[in-house]
């Protein structure tokens, strides 16, 4: 090669990746699956020229473990408040520049508010959506196996060997979620959800695996499907996500009735929030797409299709009826006085919670 062939090769080269650059402003976002309408990114692209890479997960753990290990490449990520603030601690956000993000004039106060106690100042993060952890059921098979009376409404229909045994048949699932149905446990057996006890932990562990047996699975995404396609009864689940079953059997219309319970005894609520990895790639895009997913119309297009309440005040006056009017996705002032809320365990409870959940789902 001359080197005159040399040089136009170089120059071809550094002109080719100039024009890449102009054309390919990416944001690499991971949030959790069945949590957006996809024509809101389609919108973000079309609006910005900004492409989106969007991968979706189903678990605080595997989140945690990919930003701990750090270099996922991701702009945007969605832990929940609980492990945001201590991912937080250990150094892997960047602080939100303020100043780019002017729609942050439509969030919503009380939700800020809340979220003060994972992340001091909204320094991090903003509201992407918030919800409770509760029970979703197939009215029909539920009434079949435990009659007309059945406790639908209360943590007795998954905690109580005697009814749970009974919707064995029919198929139950349970959250792959240790932070969240441990504090469940707990809380139905009358004791903090939010401690931090070892002995307590194990109480809570022993409860679990007393159902168990009757568990058919422990997944935090596939319920979806198969409480919507009748193919399980019950799940323990999350709040929009058993709306979501409900409309897809709906839609479909076959004879599958699903409803959403917080039960009687207390559920936990918790605030998922978007943040920015201090390696993100790409941060001035991240920022874009954070100011407008904060849009009130935007905001709004997202929970209407996925059931989740929004951190965003002013996106409300977009919202369908059937969500901002639904206690179950925006609860009144009684329904949240029996939510409960949780914070991060330090690092040596966290073994025992992980060690108690291995436990529960092997069985042992
Ligand atoms: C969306 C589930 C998000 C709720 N499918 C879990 N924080």
């Known amino acids: 090669m001359t080197l005159r062939t040399m040089l136009t090769g170089v120059a071809v080269l550094s002109l080719m990746s100039g024009a890449a650059l102009a054309q390919d402003r990416t944001v690499n976002v991971y949030n959790w699956s069945d949590y957006i309408d996809e024509t809101v990114l389609e919108d973000f692209t079309k609006e910005t020229g900004i492409k989106v890479v969007y991968d979706v997960f189903d678990s605080n753990e595997v989140l945690e473990t990919k930003l701990l290990a750090g270099g996922t490449g991701y702009d945007v990520v969605v832990p929940t408040g609980t492990f945001l603030a201590r991912q937080i601690q250990a150094g892997v956000f960047s602080?939100?520049?303020?100043?780019?993000?002017?729609?942050?004039?439509?969030?919503?106060?009380?939700?800020?508010?809340?979220?003060?106690?994972?992340?001091?100042g909204n320094a991090y993060s903003i509201n992407y959506m918030w919800g409770s952890t509760g029970i979703g059921y197939n009215v029909d098979k539920v009434k079949a196996a435990l009659g007309e009376d059945a406790p639908v409404d209360s943590w007795d229909l998954v905690f109580k060997p005697e009814n749970i045994e009974k919707l064995k048949e029919c198929g139950v699932h349970m959250l792959d979620a240790p932070a969240e149905m441990i504090p469940a446990a707990l809380n139905y057996l009358g004791l903090?959800?939010?401690?931090?006890?070892?002995?307590?932990?194990?109480?809570?562990?022993?409860?679990?695996?007393?159902?168990?047996?009757?568990?058919?699975?422990?997944?935090?995404?596939?319920?979806?499907?198969?409480?919507?396609?009748?193919?399980?009864?019950?799940?323990?689940?999350?709040?929009?996500?058993?709306?979501?079953?409900?409309?897809?059997?709906?839609?479909?219309?076959?004879?599958?009735?699903?409803?959403?319970?917080?039960?009687?005894?207390?559920?936990?609520?918790?605030?998922?929030?978007?943040?920015?990895?201090?390696?993100?790639?790409?941060?001035?895009?991240?920022?874009?797409?954070?100011?407008?997913i904060m849009r009130p119309d935007v905001m709004a297009k997202a929970s209407n299709v996925v059931y989740y309440a929004n951190g965003n005040k002013a996106s409300q006056e977009f919202l369908n009826e059937d969500v901002i009017g639904d206690a179950a996705i925006y609860p009144d002032e009684a329904t949240v006085q029996n939510l409960f809320t949780t914070t991060p365990y330090p690092p040596k409870v966290q073994r025992i919670v992980t060690r108690t959940w291995t436990g529960v789902k092997s069985g042992q």
């Open 95 to 120: 602080e939100l520049e303020k100043d780019k993000l002017p729609n942050l004039s439509n969030m919503w106060k009380d939700i800020e508010d809340r979220v003060e106690k994972y992340d001091p």
């Open 192 to 292: 903090d959800p939010d401690s931090k006890d070892p002995s307590e932990i194990e109480k809570a562990g022993e409860l679990l695996k007393s159902v168990r047996p009757s568990i058919q699975k422990f997944h935090s995404s596939e319920y979806i499907n198969a409480l919507a396609n009748g193919d399980i009864c019950v799940a323990i689940g999350w709040s929009g996500d058993v709306l979501q079953a409900r409309d897809r059997a709906a839609e479909v219309d076959n004879g599958v009735t699903i409803e959403y319970a917080i039960p009687k005894e207390g559920a936990q609520m918790w605030f998922d929030q978007m943040a920015i990895p201090a390696d993100a790639p790409n941060k001035a895009e991240a920022h874009e797409f954070l100011d407008f």
